[in-house]
């Protein structure tokens, strides 16, 4: 009985997944991160030539699309596309067969349906900064019990992230969630992305860890703090000019993504 009732929420989450209105919506999410890794791409570089008067992170971009002329009316497709895109994800939970699989494809849903809910926020008007958001996640979690050793551990998994974006891009695995070959150009956009937003969360990674170690909470402010700490570096700019060229190669692979992904 158990073994039928399981069978059946797979059949649902199945046909929900082919659902013509669930595909287009998630290949619509894909369309939207790649209109934010450009964003994300344009702000590095103020970063990197220290002009910049807005956050490079996904509530940054958001914010940026927000404060042009019907930027919150385009706001709604793309609270759509990502919602959609997370919904996806779910059936895949329920539909895939191997314990990594159903992990990856949580960890995307949760991804997917945060960034629709900041762009929610942002098209309802109510959007705020994320760099204060992760520094006031960090103090909260600092004052548990035990939360230097959390801290550690999200900046550890991140880096555990980083890396596989550097392996998926180095090895092209990345085609292996696309139904045909994308062209030629699709796949140097691709593999440059993956690799240079793997250093870019790299960066995000160590923070997290030196905030975890030092005890001082406002060294983790996500991807914008990683940036501009990394600016201070030696070849700082040049740097951040790389990593700018990386999400931007991230955000035309993302198109690319959205008319061939395996959906």
Known sequence: MINGSNDGVQRAAHHAGDNPVIEW????????????????????????????????S?????????????????????????????LWQITEIITRRKISDKAKAGGKAVVYLALGVTAFQFAHGSGTSSNKQTRDFTRTVMDWPGGRLIVAAIGIGILGVAAYHVYK??????????QEHPG???VYTGRTGYILKGTALAA?????????????EDQA???????????DLP?????????AIGLAAYGAYSFAR?????V
């Open 25 to 56: 919506g998630a290949r619509l999410g894909y369309a939207a991160n790649g209109l934010i890794h450009l964003l994300l791409a344009w702000l590095t570089l103020q970063i990197a030539f220290g002009n910049s008067s807005g956050q490079a």
């Open 58 to 86: 996904q509530s940054g971009a958001l914010a940026e699309v927000a404060k042009q002329p019907w930027g919150k009316a385009l706001l709604w497709p793309v609270v759509a596309g990502f919602v959609l895109l997370a």
């Open 169 to 178: 891009g180095w090895k092209k695995k990345f085609l292996g969630d696309l």
């Open 184 to 186: 030629s150009w699709a």
């Open 204 to 216: 995000v990674g160590v923070l997290f860890v030196i905030a975890a170690v030092r005890r001082q």
């Open 221 to 231: 402010t996500g991807l914008d703090g990683a940036l501009r700490a990394l600016r």
């Open 235 to 243: 070849a700082g700019t040049a740097l951040l000019v790389l990593i």
């Open 258 to 262: 959205a008319r061939y992904a395996r």
